[in-house]
């Protein structure tokens, strides 16, 4: 590798797997706010995907170079992150591209410590799924404890760790997956109740399991076909939040159930989130979850790692069914 240079994945055009390489290019460039990661470990994440396909453009101040969550040491800060991180100490951290590299830039506001007792691989895993099930469960659907609340797709990343943060803070959860086996990890993981998709309608056993009342929030990535069974599924001032679509963004809705039971309904990508309110999810994360975290009362599920030069072979492990996180390795 030349000096001054870093090795990373491109995406040489929209398309599969077989369109990502590993290629040289400058490190990048530092900005006063920011640091800049010696990357050891790089989660991976359905978004990556959709950009590699061409259907998720990065923002037009990201890297084009994929991947949205790092760990690994700080290895230059700017002017101001100085004030706030020392070169060389271990970080994870939440990035708006970039991760798929030997070194990755971040603002200084969306890196956290690793938490003690954690691999670099454990801790890459964490930051994506951390900033968004915080933000949308319980930041913007403000689930407590004694609520219930019912998480699509319990063995997907964000899902494992939904599971696990709820039930930390006493909430009670069910869970959707597409197997016995998926279903039985969730259980394992803290879930109460766990669906298998494909042999019963979701909605009638959540319902039947809270004797009609129905759940308080649902966190949903499937959209499309589930967005009626989920307003028929919540209870009395349910909140549902959308953090992505995978069964279609468009809906037909009868709104009387929303009228009558006085629903909300929301959603969000983390990725275009203002810095400031990241940072601010940060800081509750730091003090809410990091102590669970180090009490090993919510740990990352590794699915699979793979090499950088192998991102290829992660991302068709992640279009094919899986349990938990995959993970690039430096």
């Known amino acids: 590798m030349k000096a001054g240079s870093i090795r990373h994945i491109e995406v040489v055009r929209p398309g599969g797997p077989d369109e990502m390489h590993l290629t040289e290019g400058p490190v990048p460039a530092l900005g006063p706010d920011d640091v800049r990661i010696h990357v050891e470990a790089a989660g991976v994440n359905r978004a990556d995907v959709l950009q590699r396909e061409g259907r998720y453009a990065p923002p037009s101040t990201a890297s084009p170079i994929l991947g949205l969550e790092v760990a690994g040491y700080v290895?230059?800060?700017?002017?101001?992150?100085?004030?706030?991180?020392n070169i060389g100490e271990e970080v994870c951290a939440l990035v708006d591209g970039g991760g798929y590299a030997t070194a990755c830039v971040a603002p200084s506001v969306q890196c956290l410590p690793?938490?003690?007792?954690?691999?670099?691989?454990?801790?890459a895993a964490l930051p994506e799924a951390l900033f968004t099930v915080w933000y949308n469960v319980f930041q913007r659907c403000r689930l407590s404890a004694g609520e219930t609340l019912l998480v699509h797709g319990g063995t997907s990343g964000i899902g494992v760790i939904a599971i696990q943060m709820a039930r930390a803070i006493g909430a009670k959860v069910f869970a959707t997956a597409g197997s016995p086996e998926k279903c039985g990890v969730c259980v394992r993981l803290g879930a109460e109740v766990a669906i298998d998709y494909h042999e019963a309608d979701f909605a009638a056993v959540a319902l039947e399991r809270t004797n009609g009342r129905g759940v308080d929030v649902i966190l949903d990535m499937v959209g499309g076909e589930y967005f009626e069974r989920n307003l028929r599924t919540l209870a009395m001032?349910?909140?549902?939040?959308?953090?992505?679509?995978?069964?279609?963004?468009?809906?037909?809705?009868?709104?009387?159930?929303?009228?009558?039971?006085?629903?909300?309904i929301t959603g969000s990508t983390m990725r275009r989130l203002p810095a400031p309110e990241k940072a601010v999810i940060?800081?509750?994360?730091m003090l809410r979850i990091w102590p669970l975290l180090e009490r090993g009362l919510i740990i990352p599920v590794i699915d699979s790692t793979y090499s950088l030069s192998n991102a290829a072979d992660a991302h068709r492990r992640m279009e094919s069914p899986h349990i938990g996180k995959i993970v690039l390795t430096m």
């Open 237 to 264: 001032e349910g909140r549902l939040v959308n953090i992505a679509h995978m069964s279609g963004s468009r809906v037909t809705v009868d709104m009387n159930p929303v009228m009558q039971k006085r629903l909300t």
């Open 114 to 123: 690793i938490p003690e007792g954690f691999s670099m691989v454990q801790a």
């Open 282 to 285: 940060a800081q509750e994360l």
């Open 75 to 85: 290895a230059a800060c700017g002017e101001r992150a100085a004030m706030v991180w």
